[in-house]
């Protein structure tokens, strides 16, 4: 197998109460014994599968208030891994806020991270625009990089030129997703449309590249020599604190299983991937590749069922700006 992404949520806590967030919020985190069973289970199915490229990612909850757990996880994964599996992302999101409470201890997290080539991906939540900036700072200043991880909810839709600005000053990437039930809410999509597109402008006109994968909700157009390049009802495992696997990181309802009860993805039954293979309406569109009719889960929260993504009007405008973005990082690798 090419390709495969685990997700692992290492803890339900957190110290933010932020709006929309779809996960639950408690005091639950992933034990000592879940922390070596999920390693174990983790290796042993890359094995089994043959995996060649591992994306394995790492949330919350605040993921940095379970860090052992992420730490403990990597480095056996690492230990134990076969020669001709490599990451093709390791990565942890946060918000940031458990780097600041001890600036030295702060400062001895991202050592460790760094220590472990793990990436991490910043979210800005509720923060001033001048304390985002200092996290940023702070975090490349250590790791040598970071990237924003912007959830379009109402106050970053307002200021996404401006996070884009700071990404860009900083030689940041950034990563802009929509809400799950954006779509849902009356006038979400008219506000995506306008403001996601400034947003790509804006990348195009900075002088340097930036990493198109990802960059727009959870498209990659530079995965190449593949059909449908999602893992999403496939290849995609969602590990919760227990052990219970999900298919999706915003669906708490797309329970298939847990590391006790399966050891391989075929025991899984999956509900449904990110492909349009059975959306009409899409097989015409010059884009259907890349977009595969959209999340799934975004269209079931909006429809009720998996058809043309909600969000189809403003995906339209955005590939076109989308693909410069590809052309540009691709040719820096020439150049």
């Known amino acids: 197998m090419d390709r495969m992404q685990i997700n692992i949520f290492v803890t339900e806590e957190c110290n933010r109460m932020c709006e ?3 996960y639950p919020h ?5 034990t000592p014994e879940a922390t070596e069973s999920v390693a174990i289970w983790v290796n042993n199915l890359i094995e089994k599968e043959g995996v060649k490229n591992l994306d394995l990612r790492f949330l919350g909850g605040e993921t940095l208030l379970n860090l052992e757990s992420v730490l403990k996880i990597t480095d056996y994964v690492i230990e134990h891994k076969p020669e001709s599996m490599s990451f093709s992302s390791l990565l942890l999101f946060t918000n940031g806020d458990p780097l600041f409470e001890d600036k030295n201890k702060g400062e001895d997290i991202l050592r460790e991270l760094k220590k472990r080539t793990i990436k991490v991906l910043l979210n800005p939540t509720y923060d001033s625009l001048e304390r985002v900036e200092q996290k940023v700072k702070f ?6 990089g970071c990237s924003l991880a912007v ?4 106050l970053n839709m307002d200021r996404l030129l401006d996070l884009v600005e700071i990404a860009l000053s900083n030689d940041a990437h950034i990563r802009i997703a929509r809400l799950y039930q954006g779509p849902s809410t009356p006038g979400y999509v008219e506000r995506y449309t306008e403001q996601v597109p400034k947003a790509l402008d804006k990348i195009l006109e900075a002088d340097r590249p930036m990493s198109p994968d990802f960059i727009i909700d959870s498209i990659c157009p530079s995965w190449k ?14 590990i919760d604190p227990d052990g219970t696997c999900r298919s999706c990181s915003g669906d708490m309802t797309s329970i298939i299983g847990s590391i ?6 075929s025991d899984f039954k999956f509900p449904y ?6 959306i009409s309406e899409c097989q015409s569109c010059k884009w259907v590749t890349w977009c595969q009719g959209g999340c799934p889960f975004v269209s079931k929260l909006t429809y009720g069922r998996h058809t043309k993504s909600p969000m189809c009007s403003a995906l339209k405008i955005l590939f076109p700006k989308l693909m410069k973005i590809t052309e540009r990082w691709e040719n820096r690798k020439e150049n």
């Open 20 to 22: 929309g967030c779809y």
């Open 26 to 30: 408690s005091q639950t985190k992933m």
């Open 139 to 144: 975090i490349k200043l250590i790791c040598g």
């Open 151 to 154: 959830v379009l909810d109402e």
């Open 225 to 238: 020599g593949v059909k449908n390049p999602y893992l999403c009802g496939k290849r995609f495992v969602v």
């Open 260 to 265: 006790q009860t399966c050891s391989k993805l």
């Open 273 to 278: 991937r990110h492909s349009a293979k059975n």
